[in-house]
C-alpha cells in the first residue's frame, strides 16, 4: 500500500521520536507473547505423547484412562507423581516455560507464603502459594485486552456523540452538553458498589458499567472539530452538491477530527488499565482468583514482609504505563502539523 506524503511524513516523525518507537516496539511484543499465555506458563504439558499416543493438555482436557491404559476415569492431574512417573516411563512430555497456571498452588515451598524469589519461582510466590510470573503474564494480557477493548468501544460512542454534536448544533448541541455535563457528575464508585452488591462482577460487566461513563473522553474534541469544520467551503460545496449529511460527517469531516482523537487514545488506554487495577485494588474488580495487577497491589500492601510483590507489581504497573505515555507521545508528535520529518520545526 503505498502513503501518501502526509502519512509518510507523520510515520517519519513518529520513528524520529525514538523513546515513542521503541515503546511501542516493545509493548507490542510484550502483548503478543501474554496472548499465548497458556503456552507460557500452565500447569499441563504443551504437547505429550504417552504409549503411542499424541496429546494435548494445554487445549484438551483428558481423562487419565485416555492416557494411561491402566489409569482411572477421572480427569488427569498432571501434576500427581504417579501421573509423572507413568508419562516418563511410557513417553514424553514438553512442558511450559513456566510450569504453573495463573490459579496453581504451589507445593512443597520450604518456606510460608509468600516465598521469596528462587531458582523455581523467579518472580517468589504470593501469600496463597501462587506463581506470580504466571499471575502476572495472565494479569497483563486481561489488562491490556480490557482496555483496548474498553478504549475502542468508548472511542466509538464519543466519536458518534461528538460528530452529531458539531455537526447539526442548535439545540442537539446544547441538550446533549447538559446531559454529558449531568451524567458526568454521576457517583460512579457509589454506583459501581452498589452493581457489586447486587450481581458479581466480570469482565464483561466491568465493561458495560464504565462504558456508560468512559465514552464522554473524547466527546469535547471531535464537538469543536465538527464545529469548526461544518462551516469550512468545502464542507458548504459538498452539502450543495447534495452529499447527505452522514457523507459529510463520514467523508469529509470525520478524517480532520480524527487527527486530535488519535493523538489521545495511547493516553485513555492507560487510563482504563490503570482504572481496572484501580477497582482490582479496591476489591470491586475481577471476580476473585483472577489474575489481575491490582490484585497484586493489594497483596503487596497486605503483605509488607515480601518486598517482592511490591516490586514486581510497581515494575509491570509502571512499565506498562510508561510505555503508553511515551507511544502517546510519540504519536502526538507524529500527527503535528509543525514537526518536520526528523524531528525537527
Known sequence: MTLSPLNRRRLANFRANRRGYWS???????FAVTLFAEVLANDRPILARVEGKWFFPVITEYAESDILSDGFPTAADWRDPELLRAVEERGWAIWPAVPYSFNTVVRDLGTPAPSPPSARNLLGTDDQARDVLARVIYGFRISVLFGLVLTLLSSAIGIAAGAVQGYYGGWVDLSMQRFIEVWSG?????????????????????????????WMSLTGVVRAEFLRGRNLDYVRAAKALGVSDLGLMVRHILPNAMVATLTLLPFILSGSVTVLASLDFLGFGLPPGSPSLGELVAQSKNNLQAPWLAATAFAVLGGTLTLLIFIGEAVRDAFDPRKLPGGGR
Open 24 to 30: 511501542l516496539w516493545i509493548f507490542g511484543t510484550l
Open 186 to 214: 454521576m457517583p460512579q464508585l457509589f454506583l459501581l458498589i452498589i452493581l457489586a452488591s447486587v450481581i458479581e462482577p466480570g469482565f464483561s460487566t466491568l465493561l458495560i458499567f464504565l462504558l456508560l461513563f468512559s
